[in-house]
Nanobody
Framework: QVQLVESGGGLVQAGGSLRLSCAAS????????MGWFRQAPGKEREFVTA????????YYADSVKGRFTTSREFAKSTVYLQMNSLKPEDTAVYYC???????????????WGQGTQVTVSS
């Protein structure tokens, strides 16, 4: 059974930083691409970033490029989202995603976590 468990969300002031973690289990982590999405109140879920199975490729939404960084740690089967220079518009529930295909993880991933709330105050 695939499980993706996000952690690290919370309340932060604008300009601050947070690091989200997503611990994966149930699949061979080193074979799969991983991604992050977010959903703000009243809005559709949107893509944030994706990282390839080997960590060699990353892709970011324009809205977070230069501020957010994704990485993965194979020994812990964990993917991270480092978020810097946070803005109130970054407030959302952040979801971890997993898929065997790098393209699909950014569009229609097969597996989702439950999400973690990030709130950025102005």
């Amino acid at each position: 059974q695939v499980q993706l468990v996000e952690s690290g969300g919370g309340l932060v002031q604008a300009g601050g930083s947070l690091r989200l973690s997503c611990a994966a289990s149930g699949r061979t982590f080193s074979w799969d691409a991983m991604g992050w999405f977010r959903q703000a109140p009243g809005k559709e879920r949107e893509f944030v970033t994706a990282i390839s199975w080997d960590g060699g490729r990353t892709y970011y939404a324009d809205s977070v490029k230069g501020r957010f960084t994704t990485s993965r740690e194979f020994a812990k089967s964990t993917v991270y989202l480092q978020m810097n220079s946070l803005k109130p518009e970054d407030t959302a529930v952040y979801y971890c995603a997993e898929d065997s295909d790098y393209g699909l993880v950014a569009t229609r991933p097969a597996y989702w976590g439950q999400g973690t709330q990030v709130t950025v105050s102005s």
